[in-house]
């Protein structure tokens, strides 16, 4: 595919999200610097229809527009390098239980922090500790539970409960969409356009529309030295849940940053994500000694251990 092809494609789906949503933000000095988009690609966006604000040099540009122009292109962009990251356990020759020390850091001017009632239920007993004023190290133990292509019931379990999931799933197309819209079923529905969370939302909404045993579930991607945000769905076994992520391994197959035969879509993902908060809830590890105000919250791995 040329790039104007690319390009093309990208803005296609960018028409699909309403103006209303954009926030033009972004000069192209930032593009360039942040963005890794030179002037020549922003020219050749601007001919093809990439929406702006203002003119000349004080042009400016919506920043989900240009992380979504550096993924579709897979330029290497912070948003693009996060996704090939983000990929990093499932090229793993195995994925195995495995224990992470972990430290988490507060990002508030002064004062002394708190963990959150999330984290102290969410780590191994006993590792909490602080380290500073805003700095708490614990460990996290992650188990792999069935995580295999061929973990007999475990896998069948999965398939069958998310059989009306697999279908939405491969239609879905991986956008980077507006926080305003990473809940809305609806804009999913209609645009096929969604994130991690905007597709597990709408693809739980599919399971719960199907009477499938089926839920949301978010919290960490355990991939590099820093983890990422992440949400996924969570399939009932007996009493249990197993994690899966038909979206995500349905996208990052088609990215090719996976083996799509080792991987299917209906494959737990189990010792690949830590879950540590309710269904969509903000990822809040730290919060304010007063008043439990909840801080946006640093985390990396310091030692992995099998």
């Not at 093809?48 to 604000?53: D, I, N, Q, R, S």
């Not at 984290?119 to 007993?125: N, Q, T």
């Not at 609806?186 to 399971?207: M, N, P, Q, S, W």
């Not at 737990?268 to 919250?297: E, H, Q």
Request: neutral net charge; contains cysteine.
């Amino acid at each position: 595919m040329s790039r104007e092809q690319a390009v093309k494609e990208v803005l296609e789906r960018a028409a699909r999200v309403p103006d209303r949503f954009r926030r033009f933000e972004v000069g192209a000095e930032t593009a360039a610097r942040v963005h890794r988009i030179d002037g020549a690609l922003l020219d050749e966006a601007l001919d093809l229809g990439l929406a702006y604000e203002g003119s000349g040099a004080d042009r400016r540009f919506d920043d989900f527009d240009l992380k979504n122009l550096g993924l579709g292109l897979r330029i290497p962009s912070p948003a693009w390098l996060q996704v090939r990251l983000s990929a990093q356990p499932f090229n793993a020759e195995a994925v195995a239980p495995t224990t992470y020390r972990t430290r988490f850091q507060g990002r508030v001017g002064g004062g002394v922090l708190e963990p959150s009632a999330q984290l102290a239920s969410g780590v191994v007993d006993g590792t909490l500790r602080r380290m500073g004023p805003d700095v708490f190290e614990a460990d996290l133990h992650v188990s792999a539970g069935e995580n295999a292509p061929d973990a007999g019931e475990g896998a069948a379990d999965c398939a069958r409960e998310l059989g009306p999931v697999l279908p939405e799933a491969a239609r879905l197309e991986y956008y980077l969409v507006p926080d305003e819209l990473r809940d809305d079923v609806g804009f999913v529905r209609e645009t096929r356009l969604a994130d991690c969370r905007a597709g597990t939302t709408y693809l739980a909404r599919v399971a719960q529309d199907a009477g499938a045993a089926v839920r949301p579930a978010s919290g960490l991607l355990l991939a590099g030295a820093f983890p990422l945000p992440h949400a996924w769905l969570e399939v009932r076994r007996g009493d249990r849940w197993l994690p899966a992520d038909p979206y995500y391994l349905v996208s990052m197959a088609g990215y090719g940053l996976l083996d799509g035969e080792r991987w299917p879509p209906h494959r737990s993902v189990a010792g690949t994500v830590w879950k540590i908060c309710g269904p969509y809830a903000d990822l809040c590890f730290l919060a304010t000694a007063s008043g439990g105000r909840p801080v946006k919250t640093s985390v990396r791995i310091l030692r992995r251990s099998t």
